[in-house]
């Protein structure tokens, strides 16, 4: 359903954008006679900034060159475009005028005002934003739930939920009307409308949670306790690890406290807070993020839309505008989650030691299970496995203690670690107890059956789960290398060459299907190319046995012939 919607968005988006531009918006000509040679170059510099994935930079360069040339209805574009992307309300503010005065090509500078005035209750002003009659569906769509907002600020809320009740949409456009109109009917003080619609945003919504935290708030409000804890128990039956509801409900049973009824602004930002996720849901562009700004310039505490637009900027490559938006998520059940998907942006960006650091000062100041296994995970990729599998034991015990269900995912990680710090035998337990939760994991069955041939135990078993794996994921370069030294170990060359040649392919770069691969070479007789892959392999960082070996190899050593009678006579005991 979410996904649909999505490119149903998408799709009217992109319409929209026919619709209302013309030419390549990303090849303006700026008359460098008319601009001057300082606005060029700043406008040369923002364009450079911007495809390298600088949103401060590019706001920076297009605003100089913008205030060289006040009136280039291009540069206030592009300024106002960057400064919303990077954040910066009031630069995107005075641009986004001159961009509208000049007829607001992008058709989302009217749109960013309008929120802008609301927030700062000029509910009038935003109104003027929201006339323009060239909008496209997806855009004309959000100006109509921002004129209602706009309505209701001027105290015609009733006339407002008249229109919205009146509205039609487009059949992607309703689940998302229909918050709309609770929200307008709760403010309008009609209790009775908007209990029907809230019930009903529950059931539509692709955003069940968002709408349960909707209609809790308005329960409580309406005095009615022991429903808002119902509707919570009822989410929490098919979500019971969810955060913010799980805390909703701990307020609403051990407090007396009643939550304050929204702005109008904050209404708005709940309104169109929907489809703006859907879109950024189903579109890592720069467009989502406009709307996810929107979002946040009409409620900068709203915590949902702070963590959708931090990983929406994450993921569209605007790395210190995603690590500012994470810090800025207000205290409460969403902190966490936004701490940590910081922290694994910082290792993404190689900055491992840094987010190690992190990880280790959320796990020392907080007992949840999530703070745990991110430390787990940061000291696993750093190579610090002991201590690695001490913190999951504790995550895995916590995580019975809370009764949640057991998660492979985990004991897989643990084995890894037991295996790097020679345990092998806590390790199998590991790898084991692992398929036993999940029987079809490909990189957990080749993990133990690779360790298996390795260790020359249980052949036969290990190469009927490297198969599985190798079925489950036929791309994977490591599985088809285990697949192939399966068969070297068996003595059956020439298919072991067939499968590292393969594995070769997809992983290029991995120095130890290049060694294997050298070594399956030397076997069927192709002396000439089992140099070339020896050859190769040490010049990619191989580790110190590795190298031993290979240096050996090249020195004259010839490949050991598998003591695969052995090993099959050690399986077959």
Known sequence: MIVRLGLLFLSALLLAACQTTSGDPSLPVINAEDEGPSAYGAFLAGRFAGTSRDADGASDYFATAFEQSPDSAILAERTFLSSVLSGDVERAVNAGRVSVAAGDETRLAGLYLAADAMARGRYSEAETYLSSDQLGPFNEFIAELLMDWAQAGQGNAAEALERARAASVPGYAAAYLTVHRALLADFAGETVQADAAYQAAVSESPFTRIAIALYGDFLLRERRREDAIALYDRYLQQQPLERSITEARRIAAETRRIPRRPSVSQMAARAVFGPSAALASQADIDLSVVYLRLTQRLDEAYAPGVVLLAGSLDRTGLVDAAIEAYDSVPSGPFRLPARIDRIWLQARQGELEAALAEARQLYQTNDAVEAQLVYADLLRASGEFG???????????????????????????????????????????????????????????????????????????????????????????????????AHYVRGNYELAVQYLEEAVEYSPEAPTINYHLGDAYWMVGRHLEARFQWERALTLDPDEDERVGLMARLAGEEPETPATQMADAADAN
């Not at 916590?398 to 035998?425: C, H, K, L």
């Not at 079809?440 to 198969?467: K, S």
């Open 387 to 485: 201590r690695a599998a001490e913190v999951y034991t504790e995550a895995l015990a916590a995580r019975e203690a809370q009764g949640m269900v057991p998660d492979w995912r985990y004991y897989y990680f643990r084995a890894i670690s037991y295996e790097q710090t020679n345990r092998w035998a806590l390790a199998e337990a590991d790898f084991r107890s692992a398929l036993e939760l999940s029987p079809n994991e490909a990189e957990v069955l080749n993990y133990l059956g690779y360790m298996w041939v390795i260790r020359g135990e249980h052949i036969a078993e290990a190469f009927d789960m490297i198969e599985r794996a190798a079925a489950l994921s036929p791309e994977q370069g490591h599985i088809l290398d285990s697949l192939g030294w």
